[in-house]
């Protein structure tokens, strides 16, 4: 079955540690790939894609993700993190054949930063 | 740009109610998508337009579930004779998608509406 896995329901890291959050998917073609942030209060905001091409991306707010075929993962990093970065991430798909590039989203990460 | 607004943010309503939703999307964004966010949950899919046609909705979308996107601008959801199990938040996206080869898929999403049914 088509599926989105984020193995890790909570994680804490002190701040100024670095940070690697997995996603898993599993789809018969490679989907698009995104990583989104939801702040309390907030929506979501997207942190990277990846569509096609070099597959370390860099995002927004020094996040980048490695897409690794043999794998069938997704994994966002920050080399750095910041008390600011404590909210819920989110790894989402878009089946290419799908051509309502509707999303399919895990189950999310909860990152809790201590000072 | 003044990205994706939903109206209301919060309601409450009592079972049995009906409620509307509206979302504004990102202006020359032509598609427009609604998901369901239950607490501890990711957002799951419920409808999409292009433009003003509505061209999938989900099973997640029963029949008490109806949404609109008149003109190609705004869309709403109204939901009929509400339910506890439908207490959630409710997300609109946008995005500008061309159907070519050099569309983007990036969603934009608003705060969403988060609805308590008692």
């Known amino acids: 079955a088509q599926s989105v896995t984020q193995p890790d329901i909570h994680i804490t890291v002190s701040e100024g540690a670095s940070l690697e959050l997995r996603c898993n998917y599993s789809?018969?073609?490679?989907?698009?790939l995104f990583w989104y942030v939801q702040s309390p209060g907030q929506g979501l905001q997207l942190l990277l894609k990846?569509?096609?091409?070099?597959?370390l991306v860099q995002g927004i707010k020094g996040f980048e993700a490695e897409f690794k075929r043999s794998q069938s993962s997704f994994n966002l990093r920050k080399p750095s993190v910041h008390w600011s970065d404590a909210a819920e991430y989110f790894c989402?798909?878009?089946?290419?054949?799908?051509?309502?590039?509707?999303?399919?989203f895990g189950s999310g990460t909860r990152l809790l930063v201590r000072p | 740009d003044t990205g994706v607004s939903q109206n209301p943010r919060h309601k409450i309503t009592k079972r049995g109610q009906n409620v509307t939703f509206r979302c504004d999307p990102i202006?020359?964004?032509?598609?427009l998508y609604w998901y369901r966010q239950t607490l501890g949950q990711g957002p799951e899919f419920l409808t999409y337009?292009?433009?003003?046609?509505?061209?999938?909705k989900s099973r997640l979308l029963s029949d008490r579930f109806s949404a609109e996107r008149p003109k190609g601008s705004f869309s709403t959801l109204e939901i009929q004779r509400t339910e506890q199990g439908d207490s959630a938040m409710y997300l609109c996206?946008?995005?500008?998608?061309?159907?070519?080869?050099?569309?983007?898929?990036?969603?934009?999403f608003g705060p969403g509406t988060r609805l308590t049914v008692t």
């Open positions: 996206a946008s995005s500008l998608g061309t159907g070519l080869a050099g569309g983007t898929y990036e969603q934009y």
């Open positions: 789809y018969g073609a490679t989907p698009y």
């Open positions: 990846y569509f096609s091409g070099d597959t």
């Open positions: 989402a798909v878009a089946p290419r054949m799908d051509s309502s590039y509707k999303l399919i």
């Open positions: 202006s020359e964004h032509n598609r």
């Open positions: 337009f292009q433009n003003e046609a509505q061209l999938e």
